[in-house]
């Protein structure tokens, strides 16, 4: 028996050991206070004796214990015996992932491919919402995946059944006993048969590494086998860094093409979540072929494999995805076209932040006339029609009517505060003047002039705002600077410290409110310092001040966006989008500032725990939204999106859709839209 059997940690019973692995044992319990089965997960490593690595243990048990999502394990509580983490968690009965394929390899089978969807799709969806909580996992693999279902516990043995539902454990383990613990495993932390190549090289790491060890498990899932395998660890990760995957028998080479994005070395050239590798593998798999995007993708990484220059992997970091509109095959030039078939777009501008605010645009064309051998396609910009001009690139044709260009501004500036047009047009081979334009114009786009008034103060810049911020900005930074005040506050309840909390709560209430409200905006805690690490113009609206507060002002000039006389669908509709998850923002801020106002007045005790609890909740939902009904996703719809959709659906508005012809403004919407 082991000396830990029969033992009570807190509130819970140990009884036998269930399991036992590299950093820990795990023991089934009865929770006293709970009266329910738990886990117990008893760590190897030692927390250094310092109180300063006590509390951050703490507080890194904390983040782990507020994770909510039916595809994780949850944690209950958390102790430190001796030194040694004590982690209580939701008891699983049955299998992992790990210990059933190694039964179904022995049995030579394979799972189904229904089932493999069927897993991966909860997996991406528990692995996405842990991002969103900024928690990366860094040791996924088939252990760490149990597996449960209604009827009872899976058996190794048996086919699985059909409700068989993946748990993630130990997420954020690796990052709590990195940061607090004496630990005797090395430096490089994780399951060499897993890890991405940046963790092998001990770089720092993202969301991409936890893409990549999900594409490990799928190949398992898919081969029965890992891609890397060799007689020591050194020589799996040395396999990680330099070999490309091996293809697997018996699947189309779509479906390994996106396994062989997913592992691709570099991190850029990644799925950007595990919800979008999944959705391309199960597209593929129902019988569409892979994206362009990604077929461009695998073949950087594959170029990836073999030494390149520091120049080329700078600009790998750079890519980031775009989507190709397959609206329209025209291979004629305008003046053979008519109206309505000049009308329809063959491609899109759109905009990204990469270094800066908006200083990337993604331009994507299908539908283009096949061009006379010895010419190409640039992109051009213009402002100040037209007497400003910048050639932007050469369009890569990814066939002959298709092609993309990705810009990103060298000197990171706005790039709509620049431009408002977008111009292709032919030009011939080993131009020896690139930065002249031929004349020969093949297609455009001119922003629709009034309503780019209104969206350049919502995503380049507003006079009313303090420094001229951007609306979309201002909101969403200072959403986050009282999403930063509440976790602080949160923190110094834990630590006890009043003065600080006092500070913080002073911060959420000046932050919501804004400076121009006299009555509210002031030195609550009496320090003498008005404490505000925002910019003072508020969220929430002082009804006795005109053009305060982001919340009213954003909303107001997205619909002003859309209410002009030129505004296209794609601006009337995404400003709508806008609205409504400012409006979200607006009721969850409100709640907010109640709350804040309320704690203020409390004595400093336990009593103010649940109130701390609730700012907790509002703050992120201000910042993050919430996915409230049950379908995986953060909407544009009532109740849903937060600062996140807000921000995404504003830049949908700055779109630009491509047509045939010089100087083209697109056709302005029917549908009015509803005042906010």
Known sequence: MSTWSGKVIGKVKVSEMIARGGMAEVYSGEHTTLNRKVAVKIMRDFVDPDPENHSRFE?????????????????????????????????????????????????????????????????????????????VHRDIKPANILLRSKNGAVKINEPLPQDVEPVLTDFGLVRLLDSTTQTSTGTVSGTPAYMSPEQARGDKIDKKTDIYSLGIVLYEMLAGRVPFDAESSFGILMKHLNEPPPPIPNISSDLQIVIDRALAKDPAIRYNSAKEMVDEFIAVFNGQTVSLNTISYTKMAKASVKPKTSLFSTALAGVSIFVILLLAFLAFRPSALSPATADNPIGKTSFLDFNAVLDKATITFNGLPVLEAGTHYDV?????????????????????TSGELIYIASDQNNILSLFDQIEVTIEPSNDPNPNESSGDVIASSVFPPLALIHVRH???????????????????????????????????????????????????????????????????????????????????????????????????????????????????????????????????????????????????????????????????????????????????????????????????????????GANRIPQPAITTTESP
């Open 380 to 400: 051009w910009a213009l402002g100040q029609g037209g007497e400003s001009r910048r050639n932007l690139g050469t369009l890569e044709m990814t066939s002959d």
């Open 59 to 135: 507080r890194e048990a904390r983040v782990i214990a507020n994770l909510r999502h039916p595809n994780i394990i949850q944690l209950f509580d958390y102790e430190l015996v001796n030194g040694q983490p004590c982690l209580v968690m939701e008891l699983v009965p049955g299998t992992s992932l790990g210990g059933y394929l190694r039964a179904a390899q022995k049995r030579g089978d394979n799972l189904p491919f229904d089932t493999v969807s069927q897993i991966l799709t909860s997996l991406a969806s528990a692995i996405d919402y842990a991002h969103s909580q900024n928690i």
């Open 458 to 660: 919502v995503l380049v810049s507003y006079g009313g705002a303090p420094q001229g911020n951007a609306l979309i900005q201002g909101l969403y930074w200072t959403a986050d600077e009282i999403d930063n005040s509440v976790i602080a506050l949160e923190e110094a309840f834990r630590n006890n410290d009043e003065a600080e909390m006092r500070k913080n709560i002073e911060e959420v209430i000046n932050q919501l409110v804004g400076s121009s409200n006299a009555n509210q905006y002031r030195d609550w805690d009496g320090d003498g310092t008005i404490d505000d690490p925002s910019d003072g113009f508020g969220l929430l609206e002082n009804v006795n001040e005109e053009n305060s507060g982001y919340i009213p002002t954003a909303r107001s000039h997205a619909f002003f966006a859309a209410e002009a006389s030129d505004a296209t669908e794609t601006i009337k509709i995404h400003s709508q989008h806008t609205i409504i998850a400012i409006d979200n923002m607006e009721g969850w801020s409100e709640q907010l500032l109640d709350l804040a106002l309320e704690l203020q007045e409390m004595p400093f005790g336990p009593e103010m725990e649940s109130t701390i609890i609730e700012m907790r909740i509002l703050s992120e939902q201000i910042l993050f939204g919430v996915d409230t009904n049950g379908n995986e996703l953060i909407e544009p719809i009532i109740g849903e999106g937060g600062g996140d959709t807000a921000y995404e659906h504003a830049y949908y508005m700055a779109e630009m859709p491509m047509l045939l």
